[in-house]
């Protein structure tokens, strides 16, 4: 837990910060939250009530993470990057609990503005495009491409978004607006 009066980001007093991270300017971390040594977390993020960070985690600058996420190993977040609540990543293909595969961790990029609903799960390994959107319950099992809007299980594309999530006819619509 971070005592530090003179720390700029906040952080509650039932939550931890392990030695060795990087805290941007303006973060808040709420209730019963553990962020894990070596992780680097931009500034002005918001990071919810019982959230899990893992060692070496990367979050960009504004990036809200809701409660009850566990960010694991391999994933990094760009800029304004939105993890909605519950939702799942995974950092391993195959787990086994009586095999390590920690040196198998495969990296999960989400790119920015990305939009992640409540509950859905991140199969890990993938890209996800610039201002995608994920529906909620969705699990995304390949590459998401920048502006698609993604629903069900597993993930198909039904559309295009703008940066601000409004739905859009086409690409190019998407990526004017």
């Known amino acids: 837990?971070?005592?530090?009066?003179?720390?700029?980001?906040?952080?509650?007093?039932?939550?931890?910060?392990?030695?060795?991270?990087?805290?941007?300017?303006?973060?808040?971390?709420?209730?019963?939250?553990?962020?894990?040594?070596?992780?680097?977390?931009?500034?002005?993020?918001?990071?919810?009530?019982?959230?899990?960070?893992?060692?070496?985690?990367?979050?960009?600058?504004?990036?809200?993470?809701?409660?009850?996420?566990?960010?694991?190993?391999?994933?990094?977040?760009?800029?304004?990057?939105?993890l909605g609540p519950s939702m799942v990543f995974t950092n391993v293909i195959n787990p086994r609990a009586a095999v390590s595969r920690k040196e198998e961790y495969r990296e999960t990029i989400l790119k920015r503005g990305v939009s992640v609903g409540a509950n859905a799960t991140i199969v890990c390994g993938h890209t996800l495009g610039e201002y995608c959107l994920i529906g909620a319950g969705s699990v995304v099992t390949k590459d998401v491409p920048p502006y698609a809007l993604m629903v069900g299980n597993p993930a198909r594309q039904i559309g295009w978004v703008n940066a601000h999530g409004d739905k859009c006819a086409s690409l190019e619509e998407a990526m004017k607006n």
């Not at 039932?14 to 894990?36: A, L, N, P």
Request: glycine share 10%.
């Open 1 to 82: 837990m971070i005592n530090d009066k003179m720390a700029n980001y906040f952080v509650h007093e039932s939550s931890y910060v392990d030695e060795g991270c990087q805290i941007g300017k303006g973060t808040k971390i709420w209730h019963f939250s553990h962020i894990m040594s070596g992780c680097i977390i931009g500034e002005e993020c918001n990071i919810g009530q019982n959230v899990v960070i893992s060692p070496n985690v990367v979050l960009g600058r504004n990036c809200k993470i809701q409660n009850n996420v566990s960010v694991y190993t391999g994933v990094k977040c760009e800029d304004d990057v939105f």
